[in-house]
């Protein structure tokens, strides 16, 4: 079975500097995939990077970056330069590998408040 | 863009009530998810469909069933609905090997 943690129910950070958000994940699937989603007060859910469990390089999207940790299990998003606009629900999910046809698990969400 | 639609932002149903919620995507996707989501819980799969009338339980299954007739339409069915399912429900679909592509959510409230 899959599992994903978000240690951190909430999180501020100051207009314009970086901010990490912890995933932890277990899996036995030697393949498997690790996402970031956005989720606005709103309620719909905006993609925001992928990370390939055989990708030899973290993954970055503009001002996104997963810091991968594959011996530590941990899949950290990191936000550069953080705008008003990031406030929102942060979620890691996982796929696992094989026929599962693409089904995530997710993690308990962070909130991110972005000060100005 | 790919558009994933649900048919109710919000919907406020007595208990004991049928209840139907509405996914439809517009991008010939093959799998389409039925999530509910909670506070502290995150979202959690209920059911998901990787072709027409076929189906699969998610993780919590209980209390509900699921309809996919058409490959752009996937329903999910509240038999007898209990205020215990009073939930944000997301809908999402995807392309083998790509990210899912989610709906606004319907907020469920039953009463």
């Known amino acids: 079975a899959q599992k994903i943690t978000q240690t951190q129910p909430g999180m501020f950070v100051q207009e314009k500097e970086a901010v990490t958000l912890d995933c932890t994940y277990d899996t036995s699937d030697p393949s498997y995939g690790l996402f970031w989603y956005k989720q606005p007060s709103s309620g719909e859910m905006i993609f925001l990077i992928y990370q390939g469990s055989y990708d030899q390089q973290n993954a970055t999207e503009g001002r996104y970056s997963l810091n991968f940790q594959k011996a530590r299990k941990s899949a950290n998003l990191v936000i550069s330069a953080s705008q008003l606009g990031d406030s929102a629900m942060y979620f890691c999910a996982m796929k696992a590998g094989g026929t599962s046809y693409g089904k995530l698990t997710f993690g308990q969400g962070t909130i991110l408040t972005v000060h100005p | 863009d790919v558009k994933v639609t649900q048919s109710s932002r919000y919907l406020v149903k007595r208990t004991g009530e049928k209840v139907f919620l509405e996914c439809v995507q517009d991008m010939d996707h093959e799998n389409m998810f039925w999530y509910r989501q909670d506070p502290g819980l995150g979202l959690r799969l209920i059911y998901f469909s990787y072709d027409v009338k076929m189906k699969e339980k998610g993780d919590i299954p209980e209390g509900y069933s699921v309809s996919r007739e058409k490959k752009e339409r996937f329903s999910l069915i509240l038999e007898s609905a209990s205020t215990n399912q009073t939930s944000m429900y997301l809908c999402?679909?995807?392309?083998?090997?790509?990210?899912?592509?989610f709906g606004p959510g319907t907020r469920l409230t039953v009463t």
């Open positions: 999402a679909s995807k392309r083998e090997f790509y990210e899912q592509y």
